[in-house]
């Protein structure tokens, strides 16, 4: 039997390797992340989904666990600009607003 591939909301750095990444589509984890000072890049995708591609720390680790776990706080204000920023960027690629 194969086993079930990882949602992208929850790939897991690769400590190991001294490039590695920490990949989501969620919105609301980017968002929260760059709130807290991760800052992604944004990658298209060919079926039109945006990933949020963050640089691997064992900081953004602990804050992605919280996120996932329901213990993470945020300024709510911080979070909003962030979810904004990244909205803007996402309509960027897409190419128009919404």
């Given at each position: 039997m194969?086993?079930?591939?990882?949602?992208?909301?929850?790939?897991?750095?690769?400590?190991?390797?001294?490039?590695?990444?920490?990949?989501?589509?969620?919105?609301?984890?980017?968002?929260?992340?760059?709130?807290?000072?991760?800052?992604?890049?944004?990658?298209?995708?060919?079926s039109?989904?945006?990933?949020?591609?963050?640089?691997?720390?064992?900081?953004?680790?602990?804050?992605?666990?919280?996120?996932?776990?329901?213990?993470?706080?945020?300024?709510?204000?911080?979070?909003?600009?962030?979810?904004?920023?990244?909205?803007?960027?996402?309509?960027?690629?897409?190419?128009?607003?919404?």
């Open positions: 194969f086993p079930r591939r990882a949602s992208l909301d929850s790939l897991p750095a690769d400590a190991s390797q001294s490039n590695a990444v920490f990949v989501t589509d969620h919105l609301a984890l980017a968002a929260f992340l760059a709130s807290q000072g991760h800052e992604p890049t944004l990658v298209p995708t060919r039109g989904k945006i990933l949020f591609r963050f640089g691997a720390t064992p900081e953004l680790n602990a804050a992605a666990t919280a996120f996932n776990d329901g213990i993470a706080t945020v300024d709510p204000v911080l979070y909003d600009a962030a979810r904004i920023g990244l909205r803007k960027q996402m309509d960027a690629l897409k190419g128009g607003a919404r």
